[in-house]
């Protein structure tokens, strides 16, 4: 098994576990979905449970959550456009020293690739949702959660680059 984690800050972003594509060479989109959790039971104090407990309780405590939000703990975070591009422009920066340390010969493709891709998460801005891995490392990947065409699969897209295997 291969767990993919953060050349930046080694938070672990996501496994093989899950269906995995990789899109121009910079990119990976990691199919996920929603599951069922339900958390362990809790400690009745004998307390009168409020209204909103009495829901939960009528949940049995079962939520629904991202699978792969929840098995690599990722933190749902928010940009606007301009901070997501500053953001963006010093993540790429770090990603490519790193590369040039680790990888020279991958510098040019990374960079040609990374931009023009870029230009798609701009170009579509409004379908994202933003996710930091576990630490919250502003300096660390931001991985971008979307629907594919049917509006109801979601995916996730992580930055090949950005990213080490580690084998399990």
């Known amino acids: 098994m291969l767990l993919y984690s953060d050349i930046l800050t080694d938070d672990e972003m996501f496994s093989d576990a899950f269906p ?3 899109i121009d060479d910079v ?3 990691v199919d996920c979905q929603l599951i069922t959790v339900k958390e362990g039971a809790d400690v009745d104090i004998g307390a009168n449970p409020s209204a909103e407990e009495q829901d939960e309780q009528l949940e049995e405590g079962a939520t629904q959550v991202n699978n792969v939000v929840h098995s690599f703990r990722l933190q749902q975070t928010s940009f606007d456009k301009k901070s997501f591009l500053t953001y963006l422009k010093g993540y790429m920066k770090s990603v490519k020293s790193k590369l040039e340390e680790t990888n020279p010969e991958r510098v040019q493709a990374f960079e040609k690739g990374a931009q023009g891709y870029a230009k798609k998460i701009v170009a579509n801005f409004k379908d994202y949702e933003f996710y930091t891995g ?3 490392n502003p300096d660390g990947m931001i991985a971008l959660l979307n629907y594919r065409e049917d509006g109801v699969t979601p995916y996730f897209t992580f930055w090949k680059d950005g990213l080490k295997e580690i084998k399990l």
Do not use: G
């Open 27 to 29: 990119v990976f989109e």
């Open 134 to 136: 576990e630490s919250m």
């Open 20 to 22: 995995i594509k990789v």
